[in-house]
């Protein structure tokens, strides 16, 4: 997924947040810049689906946004 994270969710969000870890459906991204949780948490849909699509499988069931430590 991380090789093609831009396929996935777009050059907008590809450029504020990377995935972080897949496990049990939950998708971890990480973001730098806790100004862009908000956007991201109203995207977790897109993001869900757009990591499914690239996936190919319905792998991902929800995203969980974090900030970077």
Partial sequence: LAG???EAVGAPLSARC???ELADGVLVVVVDDPAYIP???FSGASIVEGA???LGAPVVARVEV???R
């Fill in 18 to 20: 990377r995935p972080a």
């Fill in 4 to 6: 093609r994270w831009e």
């Fill in 39 to 41: 956007e991201l948490r």
């Fill in 52 to 54: 499914n699509r690239v």
């Fill in 66 to 68: 974090r900030r970077r």
